[in-house]
């Protein structure tokens, strides 16, 4: 008895692709929409963790004190609860079948404050330590109710420890804020507080090429390409994972092509010393980095044979049609062996998948004087023998797999009077070219669909692929501590999902991921974010023109890869 199916599938391959099809929310390869989150959006009920009696007790532990804890910020990614907020009582439904009223949170462009938030943000989170209040992030945005326009003023959003803040302390500290700024001339500026973390994201063959239209199945290539959102993790410690950000040529002088990445993608802080690393001899041992990690390896192999179990589950719905047409030959074509031995065969091992070494890791510091920013990067110099530089398409993101062109063209360009350059990138790959500066980042040009300001963005990173944000008008701030004491405060360029209903902008696995306007302008590379969960409510972004500075200090003569032009046969 042959052992292979009669489409040339060997039957315990393709047994095990049905059971993972069973496992999987998996969509056909053919469909334009695939969620933007690996999990679905849920309101219907707040998730906190596994646990469902956690999450009661803590809805309940704030509700005893502050009545709309469940209701303020219900509909943000990680379902935050809110321990106080000062100021008038935001709308909520009445009656017994009432639902609550979901919300997004908004950047808020144009307010007074903005030009001496900077100043003050740091005079706020002084003077939350003064008060003993272990926060973790200062977001200063707003709040809309889910596809209309923001009806709160200004909030400075504070993130607690979990737990950690008293309503009577977050009532007292609320007072203090308010009057610090009614100080220095603003009134009517609200403060919540919520419970948040925040977390850095971690988590052979040549490199594929990626063509949008010659490949039969580019969706399923892409994790094996290099184009931008290239999942990446040190070789000795493959399951701490990251993404790359960008490639640059060290010099014209040289062949050396880096990409960048977070310092502590390069060397996760659990496994490594935050001493830095400048390889300038071959003395220092060498620090493998590969194109996938554990789980950016399962992902894309789980999504792969999802979709032939899904396939050979429709085909047997159709096996009467099929039958009709005669029986198929015995075998795979010679490109459907090669595709898959590409994917499966030559990229098993871990040491098949390196791709380059570890050249120069920045010691990862925060509140970098002047700006007040991280600094945390580092760049590897890939291997040129793993890349087929004939085919590669330099510093391109894709934006496609969670949306069509349609769906990509309708979120990047949503207002009628703003659609002068509307357009979808060819081969759903966006060159990144020039950066977004400063006094575009807290003044943009861009009108959401409500005509309201924003500076809408888009990054593929490993865990979430592509997503669409939108960018605060004010920077944040963020705290994170190391068991008893303070280990980093910084200033941060701060990224809001879009809408309530395409997930978080980001989660863990995401950072390294280079994020850029519709145009292609780089603004920055992501860090972080902040949430209860693996959902993130705000994601974090270093700014690229910062990061260019500091690449300068070391490489001077560095310079983005040069745009590759497709050969149009």
Not at 55 to 64: G, I, P
């Amino acid at each position: 008895m042959s052992s292979h199916s009669p489409l040339g599938i060997d039957q315990v391959f393709l047994g095990s692709c049905d059971e993972v099809s069973k496992t999987l929310s998996f969509r056909s390869p053919t469909s334009t929409l695939v969620s933007l989150s690996p999990t679905d959006c849920k309101f219907a009920k707040l998730s906190f963790g596994e646990n469902e009696e956690d999450v009661v007790s803590d809805a309940e532990r704030l509700s005893a004190f502050y009545g709309n804890a469940i209701n303020d910020f219900y509909g943000t990614p990680s379902g935050a609860l809110c321990v106080y907020k000062s100021g008038d009582a935001w709308p909520v439904r009445t009656g017994p079948e009432s639902q609550r009223i979901i919300r997004e949170a908004r950047a808020v462009h144009g307010h007074p404050m903005q030009a001496t938030w900077p100043a003050l943000g740091e005079g706020v989170y002084k003077l939350l330590d003064d008060k003993m209040v272990r926060w973790t992030s200062i977001d200063p945005l707003a709040f809309a109710e889910a596809g209309k326009g923001t009806f709160s003023p200004l909030l400075i959003w504070i993130g607690v420890e979990p737990t950690s803040l008293t309503f009577e302390l977050a009532n007292t500290a609320a007072e203090a804020v308010t009057f610090l700024l009614a100080e220095a001339g603003f009134s009517g500026i609200e403060i919540g507080f919520r419970e948040s973390v925040v977390t850095r994201s971690t988590a052979g063959p040549k490199m594929l090429s990626f063509d949008l239209f010659s490949d039969s199945v580019p969706e399923f290539r892409k994790p094996f390409t290099p184009a931008l959102g290239l999942a990446i993790a040190p070789l000795k410690t493959p399951h701490y994972e990251g993404t790359g950000a960008l490639y640059l040529r060290e010099s014209n002088d040289s062949k050396r092509v880096f990409l960048l990445t977070c310092a502590h993608v390069a060397r996760p802080p659990p496994v490594s010393f935050d001493t830095g690393l400048a390889r300038k001899t071959t003395s220092h041992p060498r620090e493998g980095v590969i194109a996938l990690g554990d789980s950016g390896y399962t992902s894309a192999l789980k999504m792969m044979m999802g979709a032939i179990g899904d396939l050979n589950r429709s085909i047997k719905d159709w096996g009467v049609v099929l039958r009709r047409l005669g029986e198929p030959q015995e075998g795979e074509s010679p490109v459907k062996i090669q595709r898959r031995h590409e994917h499966l065969d030559l990229w098993t091992i871990p040491d098949q998948r390196l791709i380059g070494e570890v050249v120069h890791v920045e010691p990862i510091q925060a509140d970098v004087p002047h700006h007040g920013f991280t600094k945390d990067w580092a760049l590897i110099a890939l291997h040129n023998d793993k890349f087929d530089w004939s085919t590669f398409m330099g510093n391109k993101v894709y934006v496609g797999g969670n949306l069509s062109s349609l769906e990509y063209g309708k979120i990047m360009f949503p207002h009628t009077e703003d659609q002068a350059n509307y357009g979808y990138p060819e081969d759903g790959l966006l060159r990144a070219f020039g950066v977004v500066q400063p006094d575009e980042i807290h003044n943009p040009q861009h009108l959401d669909s409500n005509g309201e300001p924003c500076l809408l963005v888009v990054k593929n990173g490993l865990t979430t692929g592509t997503t669409i944000g939108r960018v605060t008008g004010m920077d944040s701030f963020t705290r994170v501590y190391k068991e008893n004491d303070i280990d980093q405060t910084s200033r941060e360029i701060a990224v809001l999902p879009y809408g309530n209903t395409n997930g978080p902008f980001s989660a863990p696995g995401d950072s390294g991921s280079i994020v850029l306007d519709r145009n292609g302008r780089i603004l920055g590379m992501l860090t972080g974010g902040a949430g209860t969960t693996n959902r993130t409510d705000v994601t974090y972004l270093t700014p690229y023109w910062f990061i260019e500075k500091e690449i300068k200090k070391h490489f001077p003569k560095s310079f983005l890869y040069d745009v590759v032009q497709k050969n149009v046969e």
